[in-house]
């Protein structure tokens, strides 16, 4: 069974930093793409951009590039989100999920919802 | 970017009914679409892919159509379990885009 579980909720202040982790098992981490996605309170989903844990070649969407980075450790199949110098527009809940092809998520990890506030 | 336009963004139906969301793409994607349901608190589930395709697990009132501009997602004789937002998305061309949702609620 497919199985994404990310790290538990957050509470930062703004400016500093964050990463979150989402531990997979299942299946073979390295031959499968990772993707992030950002869900701000009550609004959609976002694509945040894709990982390819064999070589890490990383695909950032242009509205994040720079702002976060993606990151993979393949000896505990585990993918990695950082956030830096966050902002109080940074809380949302952010999801990773398992992509098939870099095209669609077909399993997705329970969330890690971030609050941002002073 | 492709943009994805979901309408109507919210529907509120009865148990039994059949329930049809719409998707729109701003240029065409072939068939390069995927649906997702969220229900309240969870994450996001796939649905469909590549338009018409289902997981395994997926429910037969659960139905996809469209290709090139204009999709839609069929929900036959919708459960109480069904009642969510569901979103569609774009893998055609780089970003990859949701579409805004539309929620599926108890009339």
């Known amino acids: 069974e497919v199985q994404l579980v990310q790290s538990g909720a957050e509470v930062k202040k703004p400016g500093e930093s964050l990463k979150i982790s989402c531990k997979t098992s299942g299946y073979t981490f390295t031959k499968h793409w990772i993707g992030w996605v950002r869900q701000m309170p009550v609004k959609g989903l976002e694509w945040m951009g894709v990982?390819?844990?064999?070589?890490?070649?990383?695909r950032y969407s242009p509205s994040f590039q720079g702002l976060v980075t993606f990151s993979v450790d393949n000896s505990i199949s585990t993918a990695y989100l950082q956030l830096s110098s966050l902002k109080a527009s940074d809380t949302a809940t952010y999801y990773c999920?398992?992509?098939?092809?870099?095209?669609?998520?077909?399993?997705w990890g329970q969330g890690t919802p971030v609050t941002v506030s002073s | 970017e492709i943009v994805m336009t979901q309408s109507p963004a919210t529907l509120s139906v009865s148990p039994g009914e059949r329930v049809t969301l719409s998707c729109r793409a701003s240029q065409s994607v072939s068939r390069n679409i995927a649906w997702y349901q969220q229900k309240l608190g969870q994450a996001p589930r796939l649905l469909i892919f590549h338009a018409s395709n289902k997981p395994t697990g997926i429910p037969a009132r659960f139905s996809g159509s469209g290709s090139g501009t204009e999709f839609t997602l069929t929900i036959n004789s919708l459960q109480s379990e069904d009642f969510a937002v569901y979103y569609c998305q774009q893998f055609a061309d780089w970003p990859r885009t949701f579409g805004q949702g539309t929620k599926v609620e108890i009339k």
């Open positions: 999920g398992r992509v098939d092809f870099d095209n669609f998520f077909d399993n």
């Open positions: 990982i390819y844990p064999d070589d890490s070649d990383t």
